[in-house]
């Protein structure tokens, strides 16, 4: 787009720092950036907003709250806990809840955002997957993204153990088991942690540091280099009527996207503070202090940390020994696999796809799901496996809202840990073809108009009418899925060196299932009898 002339605030701003700083053509340029205009790219904006209030609202906890495992007599407000025996840190997470101004809002906001951050950086992580706006050039930017949703997990983990509630050290009693069971450091890193026998004296301290300043410090940075990054390379757009791999269509970042920007981080500000006052959540003065004797039933972690607390319950009860060492499979693998499944996996398919595919080209250009349909499938399947470990962490609950067996929850959820990423994925490719098809009727046949027409000799139809040009436009942006061109093989048939062996056969394989076009789209050209009808035309045009 043209952006005209240079706005006199962007222009007197810039002359006045250019006088002194030298940044006036750096501003002019950077101002006017053209960001393009859909909704999908406003998911990111949703984790970057929550994180903001996630800082203001820890800045003002971190005054009253004292993270030691001290104990003492609770003499606070709240009748019901008086004279009760208590850890330091649990006691001043009560009277920030009660006797601290504004102190339970701070409290509930400070924990809805951070469930909205995880939130916000999942749902944006699945629009990049689902839209290949990881590819050429964004495979480094792809990475940050990933190592950031990682620490924020660890984030939400030390920040949910800090209050020092029975529902936190059920959950840090969870914890101390992984670490545990690591083989050869597990007791090094455990002592570390709890600074000693389990709990321990230390283990609030040492991670109140992590989730205010070691955790913290890492998200800021990697984020500053996020949006760094996002900037230098330009948004991705979707595709449609004008957008090209070499131009950007949108508004320019001053004044309509720092106004929509604006405006949104006040409604994310505004939804996660009506949240905080009327939505109650982690109300620990009902949990009580916690004790290494106690346990509760339908104890649930925060939902992000729910796939482990799943992962684990599914698990079988299985260990082996090896030179004198025992290894607890049954806290190893549910601990260690599914983390590493997910994270590995989206680390590397990027890199993956570029292999298989032999595209190395850049992409300013995003696909719609529906045109890349393994891809797309491929991540349902993923979304299906944390979906159903999510689910089973919460088996008890199931159990007795619904009067089932807790056992049979427990061994049908290990059945659908297997089956339900692979029904998940055929049910998913086939609907992806079905909606390619959709769109290659739409172009060769128009949309539904509403209007029945009697043909001469009587047949009834609905008249189709050419869609619209934005929409017609929009999907005529689908390119064919790429592959290596003749599946690796020269002019004369033989396989070039690196298509050569097991591997590259492999390779070959993979990129004719993978890319290529699934179901061209129609040119539009010709008549039927569905074809438009309008004023000088007569039925006759309505030949079979």
């Keep these: 787009m043209s952006t005209g002339a240079v706005p006199k605030p962007i222009a007197s701003t810039s002359s006045f720092l250019d006088d002194r700083l030298g940044a006036g053509n750096f501003l002019k340029r950077n101002l006017r950036k053209v960001f393009p205009d859909h909704w999908s790219f406003l998911l990111g904006e949703i984790a970057l907003y929550s994180f903001i209030v996630l800082l203001l609202t820890g800045t ?96 939400g983990l030390t920040g949910y153990s800090l209050p020092d ?8 009693r969870i914890t101390e088991g992984v670490a545990i069971s690591l083989p050869l450091v597990g007791t090094w890193i455990t002592f570390f942690l709890f600074g000693g026998e389990y709990p321990g004296e230390d283990v609030i301290s040492r991670f109140y540091s992590l989730h205010i300043l070691l955790i ?59 949240l905080g006052t009327f939505a109650q959540i982690n109300p620990i003065w009902l949990f009580g202090p916690y004790t290494p004797a106690d346990i509760s039933a339908g104890s649930q972690p925060d939902f992000y940390m729910g796939f482990l607390e799943g992962s684990l319950r599914l698990m079988p009860a299985w260990e082996i020994n090896v030179l004198g060492f025992t290894l607890p499979l049954s806290v190893l693998i549910p601990a260690l696999l599914p983390m590493g499944v997910i994270m590995t996996g989206l680390a590397l398919y990027p890199f993956i796809e570029q292999w298989v595919t032999g595209d190395r080209s850049e992409h300013h250009v995003v696909d719609r799901p529906r045109n890349n349909p393994h891809r797309t499938a491929i991540g349902m ?27 049979w929850t427990t061994y049908i959820g290990r059945v659908l840990i297997f089956l339900g990423p692979m029904i998940a994925y055929g049910v998913t490719y086939r609907i992806c073809l079905g909606l390619q098809r959709s769109d290659a009727a739409v172009l060769g046949h128009g949309v539904e108009s509403g209007v029945i027409k009697r043909l ?57 299932l993978y890319g290529g076009e699934k179901i061209p789209l129609d040119d539009g050209h010709g008549h039927d009898e569905h074809a438009e009808v309008g004023p000088g035309k007569d039925d006759k045009s309505l030949t079979r």
């Design 165 to 172: 509630d029975l529902l936190s050290g059920a959950g840090l």
């Design 381 to 407: 399947s993923a979304v299906t496996f944390y979906g159903v470990l999510w689910l089973l962490g919460a088996n008890d609950e199931i159990a007795s809202v619904f009067h089932v067996s807790l056992n």
């Design 60 to 155: 003002f906890l971190t005054f009253f709250f004292k993270p030691s495992m001290g104990h003492v007599a609770y003499e606070g407000s709240y009748e019901p806990l008086k004279g009760i025996m208590m850890s330091e840190a649990y006691a001043s997470t009560l009277g920030i809840s009660f006797d601290v101004r504004g102190g339970l809002l701070m409290r509930q906001m400070h924990h809805w955002a951070a469930l909205l951050f995880v939130a916000g950086m999942m749902v944006h992580a699945l629009r990049v997957f689902f839209t290949g706006a990881y590819r050429k050039p964004r495979e480094l930017n792809w990475l940050i993204g990933v190592g950031l949703l990682t620490l924020a997990l660890l984030e």
């Design 216 to 274: 913290p410090g890492i998200l800021l940075a990697l984020i500053s280099a996020h949006m760094i990054l996002m900037w230098v390379q330009k948004h991705t757009q979707m595709p449609g009527k004008g957008r090209t791999n070499t131009n950007v269509v949108g508004a320019p970042f001053y004044p309509a996207f720092m106004a929509k920007a604006g405006a949104y981080f006040m409604f994310t500000f505004g939804v996660i503070a009506l």
């Design 456 to 512: 001469p000799h009587g047949e009834y139809i609905e008249v189709h009418v050419p869609s619209n040009e934005a929409i017609a436009a929009h999907m005529r942006g689908k390119t064919p899925v790429p592959m290596i061109t003749g599946t690796g093989t020269d002019d004369d048939g033989i396989p070039s060196k690196g298509m050569r062996g097991p591997l590259g056969r492999l390779r070959a394989k993979l990129s004719e």
